[in-house]
T-cell receptor, first 112, second 114 residues
Framework: DADVTQTPRNRITKTGKRIMLECSQT?????MYWYRQDPGLGLQLIYY???????NKGEISDGYSVSRQAQAKFSLSLESAIPNQTALYFC???????????FGPGTRLTVL | GDSVTQMEGPVTLSEEAFLTINCTYT??????LFWYVQYPGEGLQLLLK?????DKGSNKGFEATYRKETTSFHLEKGSVQVSDSAVYFC?????????????FGSGTQLTVLP
């Protein structure tokens, strides 16, 4: 079984809809991250969380919100989706003090 | 702020050719450096890393040496295979950041032809 899972894997939605992307991990890591990947831009950090009670904005948090429901779960919400949020979204985890991040398989989101 | 600049792709090579993907960085302090690989339809996975100057990271025939004097971490492989076709990302983790955030380059698409 995969250590970091994301649901859904693909989603097509319309402008103005609320969307939630979910991430679960079985690695026992405290830290979780949400990234966005656009062609030619690498990965940009949206939000990160050190633990259940510690959530921080990343480089591009506008238009997004997150919830850390448990150590193992970290969800990303788009309150009112817009077309330029069409992208590939990745969740990642790392151990406290660790440098390596472990990535989920990604969610491809299309906003029409 | 921290940044990573990667050689632009796409790169197309024949099987058994020599590969170099250039990566340079700007960071305060003494960052750790990484190469991640993304195979089609998958998430990123760590390929190799180096945590201090002159360290050489290696894995699966790939190598990269942390060069502080040139602020570089170029990825090399002596003989590529079709199965190496993927997107390669250079990244750094700045020691000054308690969050251990990763700053990524833009990625380099590699296609290896049989």
């Amino acid at each position: 079984d995969a250590d970091v899972t994301q649901t859904p894997r693909n989603r097509i939605t319309k402008t103005g809809k609320r969307i939630m992307l979910e991430c679960s991990q079985t690695k026992g890591h405290d830290r979780m991250y949400w990234y966005r990947q656009d062609p030619g831009l690498g990965l940009q950090l949206i939000y990160y969380s050190f633990d259940v009670k510690d959530i921080n904005k990343g480089e591009i948090s506008d238009g997004y919100s997150v919830s850390r429901q448990a150590q193992a779960k970290f969800s990303l919400s788009l309150e009112s989706a817009i077309p330029n949020q069409t992208a590939l979204y990745f969740c990642a985890t790392s151990a406290s003090g660790g440098q390596e991040q472990f990535f989920g398989p990604g969610t491809r989101l299309t906003v029409l | 702020g921290d940044s990573v600049t990667q050689m632009e792709g796409p790169v197309t090579l024949s099987e058994e050719a020599f590969l170099t993907i250039n990566c340079t960085y700007t960071a305060t302090g003494y960052p750790s450096l990484f190469w991640y690989v993304q195979y089609p339809g998958e998430g990123l996975q760590l390929l190799l890393k180096a945590t201090k100057a002159d360290d050489k990271g290696s894995n699966k025939g790939f190598e990269a040496t942390y060069r502080k004097e040139t602020t570089s971490f170029h990825l090399e492989k002596g003989s590529v295979q079709v199965s190496d076709s993927a997107v390669y990302f250079c990244a750094l983790s700045a020691s000054s950041r308690s969050a251990r955030q990763l700053t990524f380059g833009s990625g380099t698409q590699l296609t290896v032809l049989p």
